[in-house]
């Protein structure tokens, strides 16, 4: 990004300017639209609250962005806890003869499957190697966009790149991933 560019807040049109984004961004990862309403509102009210963090270093939308990806971590982080878990699974009859009924002793157990864990282990470790032997401007790329999801435009202004430029790397560094991966992993 050049010295000059240093981005501001308005909080006045985020709404206008963000939360269908905000939204269609979340309900993508949490497959709730309550839930997704509810973590966009979150969202809002601690970007108000960090306001004084904001240093213009990044757009409006990506510092939005970056508040409410760690919201759904965070969403994340506590209906996996056993405390979310029995949250979850006590609500869950809300009609029908079990109306208001608590079904914690009914909720399915997970599922033990160490197979698909070593596999996932296994997968995480050749997408990684595939990664790093990526070139290096494929790689910051890749990661930047596809990994981090960062904006395109803020992508470009730090690397100083054109749009298309970007989606030529990522589209080179895909195939080389795939080759990579087909190679070291699908393969074996």
Not at 13 to 20: N, P, T, V, Y
Not at 109 to 126: C, F, Q, R, T, V
Request: aromatic share 10%; proline share 2%.
């Amino acid at each position: 990004m050049s010295e000059q560019t240093k981005h501001t807040l308005n909080p006045n049109k985020w709404i206008d300017l963000h939360s269908d984004y905000m939204f269609n961004y979340t309900i993508s990862r949490v497959s709730n639209q309550d839930v997704a309403k509810d973590l966009v509102q979150e969202t809002f009210l601690a970007s108000l609250k960090a306001m004084g963090n904001f240093k213009g270093q990044a757009s409006e939308r990506t510092w939005l962005i970056s508040i409410l990806k760690r919201k759904i971590v965070d969403h994340y982080r506590k209906s996996n806890s056993i405390k979310g878990k029995s949250e979850v699974r006590m609500s869950f009859y809300e009609d029908g003869e079990n109306n208001g009924k608590w079904i914690e002793e009914r909720a399915p157990s997970p599922w033990d499957d160490a197979d698909a864990s070593i596999e996932n282990e296994e997968l995480k470790s050749a997408l990684d190697y595939c990664i790093d032997n990526l070139p290096e401007k494929y790689k910051s790329v890749f990661i930047l966009k596809t990994i981090k999801n960062y904006e395109t435009e803020s992508i470009c202004n730090d690397l100083g790149i054109s749009s298309s430029n970007l989606w030529v790397i990522i589209h080179r560094a895909r195939v080389q991933l795939r080759e990579c991966l087909e190679g070291n992993w699908f393969n074996k």
